[in-house]
């Protein structure tokens, strides 16, 4: 019973590993992405970058709700008041007649202007607008870790892509192989040694095949996570993008990064958003001078009472906060703090902006290097096995030895092109660890 479930889950994951193939089989070149618009479309419309655009938007409503405190206040107002009794008068000779109406009326314009606030409203518009800038930053700092993500997946990508077409080569030529061992070996020029090593060889390759389409099929979903299509949709890249080479020095790296780098910006940033509020915090103690006007129709004027007539009334008024139980103050002492602890951001943020740099230009030379040695170890495999060929056709060298020699190519070719992806991939963290946009 369990060999037979065996045997079912065993046919249903090869089954599976034959449709992922077949269908990375069918994406044709015409179908590949290249680098740089793949990047522009996951940045159109990845939601995190939506998300910090919609940021920016509000902070510009903010900036307009702040500078609104300029502009004046209108509204109109309309009552009616019954009230009972009315004062009256009574003199001689002349009667008694009441001072107001039982039906009040009124309906006027009232309008109240801001005429200073000694402050108050030009360091509110100035702490908004040191928010937008913050925004700002916020968007090109998530373009850019967005931009390393695509650049990552990508290159991941290519090099299983050329990994899985290096693993169908050794496939096809061990079964080449396998037929020749088997034709000889029924001639007696071969054993079942050689036989069955060479079915161990295909069966390792085959293996090797499934881990790297597993690899492929995984780096396709998160593509596809990135750019919001459904999790099925297969994509193919199809050439590398070589990053420029930096030439500059040590020092001069860091000091480009630290001028360059969004996070450090962001950090700068934050502390003079915080002492802008707290300059806001200092101005909430400022008197306020305003004036006012209103203007209507109301009733209850003397002599005729209930008959609604035009009336205005204009003025000034000043209010002049006296205490509010330590708030400012608190406040203020609050705001300082913050400064203080985006300082410290700011110094964390730039040892770990030169740490970066130095990790990334101390990877990029060991990229380097292993590239070029690797490059010539594939040169000195593929030598070695156009002169284990001619050993083989001349009867010194068996289908085993040959074999090695072909193997040694594959691998080599394998570890080449690793070192050489890994090489562009962190010459591009260098360029974003420098502060160079990738988008």
């Excluded at 419309?45 to 300029?70: C, F, G, M, R």
Aim: with cysteine.
């Amino acid at each position: 019973m369990i060999n037979r479930h065996f045997r079912q889950f065993s046919l249903g994951v090869f089954a599976l590993f034959l449709l992922v193939v077949k269908g990375y089989a069918q994406v044709s070149a015409s179908d590949s992405l290249e680098l740089v618009p793949l990047i522009g479309k996951v940045l159109k419309t990845y939601p995190t970058v939506q998300q910090a655009t919609e940021a920016l938007n509000a902070a510009d409503l903010k900036i307009a709700l702040a500078q609104s405190a300029y502009l004046p206040n209108a509204q109109v107002s309309g009552s009616y008041t019954y009230i009972g009794p009315v004062p009256s008068l009574t003199l001689p000779d002349v009667g008694s007649f009441s001072l107001a109406t039982h039906n009040n009326i009124n309906a006027a314009l009232n309008i109240n202007q801001t005429l200073t606030d000694f402050g108050k409203t030009k360091k509110s518009i100035e702490y908004e607008e040191k928010s937008k800038e913050l925004s700002v930053l916020g968007i090109e700092q998530v373009k850019q870790k967005m931009s390393v993500a695509v650049i990552g997946c990508y290159y991941s990508m290519l090099y299983l892509q050329e990994a899985l077409s290096i693993k169908d080569e050794q496939l096809l030529t061990l079964k080449e192989h396998l037929k020749n061992v088997e034709k000889k070996a029924e001639t007696g020029s071969a054993t079942q040694y050689e036989i069955l090593s060479t079915k161990v060889r295909i069966s390792t390759v085959e293996s090797q095949k499934t881990d790297v389409v597993t690899s492929l099929s995984f780096q396709n979903s998160i593509l596809n996570m990135l750019l919001g299509e459904p999790a099925t949709n297969l994509h193919s890249v199809h050439r590398l993008v070589k990053s420029d080479l930096i030439t500059f020095a040590e020092d001069s790296l860091i000091s480009f990064a630290l001028n360059n780098r969004y996070e450090l910006k962001l950090a700068e940033k934050k502390m003079m958003v915080s002492q802008a509020y707290q300059d806001l915090v200092k101005k909430h103690e400022n008197p306020v001078l305003s004036a006012f006007a209103s203007g209507g129709w109301k009733n209850g004027y003397i002599p005729q009472l209930d008959k609604p007539r035009a009336n205005y009334a204009i003025g000034l008024s000043l209010l002049i906060p006296i205490y509010d139980a330590s708030r400012t103050k608190l406040n203020t002492q609050l705001a300082g703090s913050t400064i203080r602890t985006n300082g410290y951001e700011v110094d964390m943020t730039k040892r770990t902006i030169t740490n970066e740099v130095m990790e990334s230009l101390n990877a990029l030379k060991a990229a380097i290097s292993k590239s070029e040695l690797f490059g010539m170890q594939l040169s000195q495999a593929k030598r070695a096995l156009e002169l284990a060929d001619l050993k083989f056709k001349s009867g010194t060298l068996t289908n085993l030895d040959l074999l090695d020699s072909e193997n040694a190519v594959s691998e080599s070719s394998l570890m080449y092109l690793k070192a050489t992806i890994e090489r562009v991939v962190i010459g591009y963290k260098l360029k974003a660890a420098l502060g160079k946009n990738l988008y």
